[in-house]
């Protein structure tokens, strides 16, 4: 993306905003497109230093807690602990972490909970959306041109060093005009 394009684009957003999200302001974000792919932009690492930290644990520590839906629900009753101090618990009983429920989280839905047998969203089946991830997710599809965005729905996944994506599509959604965000954590990896 050209740099008039991009100022044009980010130019009306608050960058002290940016910072509440742990953004970097958003005239310096590397933004890159798709030739081909009207409306695909991918922007290389727009949060600040250490920001990465908070959405880090908000993933592992709050978004599994109930009501929110994730996979381990289908094969365990879960208690009102989280997963994490369940986790850490077995650390220090000298369990193996194999077992923990932690390293068998692989997804999370927020707000409406997605249905992965059907492959549907269902609209009575919901739970409240983080407001902290909605005012994130507003900012930046904001800043990319999406005035009115409102986020609905969140699939948080979880990725061990030995796990992996298969390719699919996202067309479950019930809006497709509207933006699909992916925010990336942790380690780094390959986009293939």
């Not at 289908?74 to 077992?99: F, I, P, Y």
């Not at 927020?110 to 991830?133: C, E, I, Q, T």
């Not at 809006?175 to 954590?185: I, Q, V």
């Amino acid at each position: 993306m050209s740099d008039d394009e991009q100022k044009k684009l980010c130019g009306r957003i608050d960058g002290l905003k940016a910072a509440h999200f742990g953004l970097e302001s958003p005239d310096t974000w590397q933004i890159f497109q798709l030739p081909g792919h009207p409306g695909f932009y991918y922007i290389l690492n727009p949060f600040s230093h250490g920001s990465g930290y908070y959405w880090c644990q908000r993933c592992v520590l709050d978004y599994p807690c109930q009501p929110n839906v994730c996979n381990i629900d289908a094969h365990h009753k879960r208690s009102e602990d989280r997963l994490w101090d369940v986790h850490r618990s077995m650390r220090e009983d000298g369990l193996l972490l194999k077992d923990s429920p932690l390293m068998k989280l692989h997804w999370v839905t927020l707000g409406y909970h997605y249905d992965w047998d059907k492959k549907v969203y269902h609209r009575d089946r919901k739970s409240g959306f983080p407001g902290d991830l909605a005012g994130l997710s507003q900012f930046v599809a904001q800043a990319l041109g999406f005035e009115n965005f409102r986020p609905e729905a969140a699939i948080v996944n979880f990725y061990h060093m030995d796990s992996s994506i298969g390719g699919h599509t996202d067309h479950s959604e019930f809006d497709l005009s509207a933006p699909l965000l992916s925010f990336r954590f942790g380690r780094s990896y390959q986009i293939v």
